[in-house]
């Protein structure tokens, strides 16, 4: 199974919701992340989790928070978001580091997020 | 600091053309990755090639080829015999070393295949 799975595919929601996105992994993979892309853009780092623990925050506003619970899955909890984090939203999962170095990212389909 | 230029912001060539994307990158780092991917229509960025610095050897797969050279700071990326499903934005992306697990994208370039 090389596969990164996120639900949902799209997802609406106005500025006092409360809704979280979902990214799933079978690799094996310990490194997970999360980018946001808008438009046009390439993507941009969000979150990286390694070994379920969050070793890297982008500064991301607090309106975005990233959970690890187990080694297969990373959520992104949304609140109170505004028009501009409307974007899609990546997941990845790597391996961590390894003899040969860094490895690849794989990435899932992404949650189309529009905040109304 | 770590840079990649993608200078093509769009290329349209018609069904069977070859074509080559470039990237270009920067870094102080004497050991970094390289990397391509493609992201169709429907988002998902697809990882196409992985190139360590200390490997100069460039790679072909299937109708896929990359060249890589370090004196020219330069990964380019050739699809021959292009089709009208690599109609897609592709990304060329750099990993240092140094930079812990940061993926430096570049701008993306637009290619689309005309039937």
């Known amino acids: 199974d090389t596969e990164v799975t996120q639900t949902p595919k799209h997802l609406v929601m106005g500025m006092t919701n409360k809704k979280s996105l979902k990214c799933e992994q079978h690799?094996?993979?310990?490194?997970m992340y999360w980018y946001k892309q808008k438009a046009k853009k390439p993507p941009e780092l969000m979150f990286v989790?390694?070994?379920?623990?969050?070793?890297i925050n982008e500064s991301v506003p607090s309106r975005f928070s990233p959970e690890c619970p187990n080694s297969s899955l990373l959520n992104l909890h949304l609140h109170a978001l505004q028009p501009e984090d409307s974007a899609l939203y990546l997941c990845?999962?790597?391996?961590?580091?390894?003899?040969?170095?860094?490895?690849?990212?794989?990435f899932g389909p992404g949650t189309r997020l529009t905040v109304l | 600091a770590q840079k990649v230029t993608q200078a093509q912001t769009e290329i349209s060539v018609v069904e069977k053309e070859d074509v080559t994307l470039d990237c270009v990158y920067e870094?102080?780092?004497?050991?970094?990755?390289l990397f391509w991917y493609k992201q169709p229509p429907s988002g998902e960025l697809v990882f196409l090639i992985r190139?360590?610095?200390?490997?100069?050897q460039n790679e072909i797969s299937g109708r896929y080829s990359w060249n890589f050279q370090k004196s020219t700071s330069s990964f380019n990326f050739t699809i021959t015999a292009s089709q009208v499903v690599d109609s897609a934005v592709y990304f060329c992306?750099?990993?240092?070393?140094?930079?812990?697990?940061?993926?430096?994208f570049g701008s993306g370039t637009q290619l689309t295949v005309l039937p």
């Open positions: 870094t102080r780092d004497t050991t970094y990755y």
């Open positions: 690799m094996g993979h310990r490194a």
């Open positions: 190139r360590n610095s200390f490997d100069e």
């Open positions: 990845a999962s790597s391996q961590e580091r390894s003899l040969a170095g860094v490895n690849e990212q794989f």
């Open positions: 992306a750099l990993l240092s070393s140094g930079s812990a697990r940061q993926l430096t």
């Open positions: 989790y390694s070994y379920e623990k969050l070793s």
